[in-house]
């Protein structure tokens, strides 16, 4: 488990559990005592996004940022993936669906 950034203005949290397997804490309006969502980002060149549940736009950003980031390589977004409906954990999927 490697914490690849911080908590910093513009920057988000993510740890890879392995090669190819990135974990993305992001905020969410889930239920306490939790305040966030993990969102999980597989693959190398070909990527599929797990739960993308944040529908703020600050967090949204953040999303953003991690994603052209793993993109930057010659990757693609090949899939949003849900593991069941809850907005903390599909807020974001529309929107990442049509930006990629």
């Known amino acids: 488990l490697r914490n690849l950034g911080g908590r910093e203005p513009g920057a988000a949290l993510r ?23 993990n969102a999980v980002l597989i693959g190398d060149k070909e990527l599929a996004l797990i739960d993308p549940g944040p529908a703020d736009d600050e967090e949204r950003a953040l999303l953003v940022r991690q994603l052209d980031h793993a993109l930057a390589g010659g990757g693609t977004l090949t899939a949003v993936l849900l593991t069941h409906s809850h907005r903390d954990h599909s807020g974001a999927a529309e929107f990442v669906a049509r930006r990629y």
């Open 15 to 37: 740890f890879e559990l392995r090669c190819g397997v990135t974990l993305l804490p992001l905020r969410t309006a889930t239920l306490p005592p939790a305040s966030e969502t």
